[in-house]
């Protein structure tokens, strides 16, 4: 662990480069357009890096995972020397899907068709009748085809586009941003997928903003800063963006409702790290700092040794992150919430959401996890439950987020809808949708990288 200046750790965190925007209106029929959907597919997201797995569900060599992506199916194998290789769900044969199940562990993966063998590499190392092709042996001339694959904190992204930039540079500045936080040793804790009747960019749109959190969120003005004079809104050249919401303390809305008070949310905070919320009475915004204080001084021998690599700000603060096309992630001290939107094989009014959550899962500590989908013991075996919409809950605030996106997927669709009106806090939808059209034009084949964006 490296230790740091006291200057160092109270320091806020550094601006991103703010792209100037264009203005984009963003139209109801990018939501409701087969056409467009379509132009989305084959210009946007066979170009672009996709969060899809996860390093630790893979230990063993032969041991996979399979995730839909649209139309296409996606293996992603760890390899006898620890590596992991991904490949196209498909049979060279005759276009047999070779697995089925979102994860197992093989020898090799058989086609269930015509019984072609293919290795966890890729090789096809058995044909049925392989002297009766007139090419050939197959053995000899296939292989499954390959689509890149890097890792970070612990996840597994993807690219279809074989002349991809590589990861570090598609991520750009969240690489250094995740970094510290350990995330590759962190445990998932919660794991919903629900089948959504909107097209997937209602979700994210929703995630790339905050000006709905005093109507949506109510409850979250108890410890969350949902006041944007007090949140630091960043967008970077490579698409994605970030938002710092300072968290701890009341909310500075409350100053318009009554007046500041400690609420439940924030009192088990305290609690939590020993500290007694009647304590401060009349100084209510006092506890971020304290909260800070105390979680420096206790949290390593509590187990959390990485706190040591935060900044005094990262250990209460909530850093909500868009990765471009289609993750969004609130990342605090001892949480990550995976909020991830797939588009739909051939529908673009509907999707697939991922609602998961990932903590630290320190030696020696048993308190149960805190996530969005309620407590969850921290030795719980968690099972990935996958459902429509409206069928069981997604959790408090995501069920909150979503009961509003059915109408105004069917707002989109009436021609009284003209387009968008946005205040600033809301410029980070812009953004994601110019950058969208940029790799819709050709513009935007790979993100422009650090030193060609300094020497323009």
Sequence with gaps: MTKHTADWYAAPP???PQPVLKGHTIPGYRYTSK????QEWEKMWTKTWLLLGREDEIPEPGDYQMEEIGPESIIMARQHDGSIKAFYNVCQHRGARLVFNEAGSVDAFTCPYHGWRWEID???????????FPEGDPCKNLVLEEVRCETFAGFIFVNMD???????????????????????????YLALTARLPVNWKVVLDNFN???HLPTVHPQAESSVEENYRWTQFDMSEEGHNRMWMRAGAPSHILETKGGVTILDGLAQQLRQWDLDPADFAGREYETREALQRQMRKLGPERGYAYFDNLRDHQ????????LFPNFA????????????ARPHATDPEQCVFDNWWYAPAPEGVTTPVMTAGGIVERDAEVEHEVFDFGEKSLGVPIDQDMAVTPGQQKGFRSRGYT???????????????EVLDEYIEGKRPAPRLAHQVAAE
């Design 315 to 322: 250990l209460t603060d909530v850093y909500h992150y868009f």
């Design 329 to 340: 992630v609130s990342v605090w001290a001892d949480g990550f919430h995976f909020l991830r």
């Design 209 to 211: 903003e905050s000006y």
């Design 162 to 188: 074989p002349d991809c930039v590589g990861l570090k540079d598609y991520l750009g500045p969240v690489w250094d941003d995740w970094a510290p936080y350990e995330i590759h040793t962190w445990k998932r």
């Design 122 to 132: 890729g090789r096809l190392t058995y044909a049925q009748d392989a002297e009766d």
């Design 35 to 38: 056409a467009f959907a379509d």
């Design 14 to 16: 550094a601006r991103w």
């Design 419 to 433: 387009g968008v009106y946005l205040p600033r806090q809301e410029h980070r939808i812009r953004r994601y949708h």
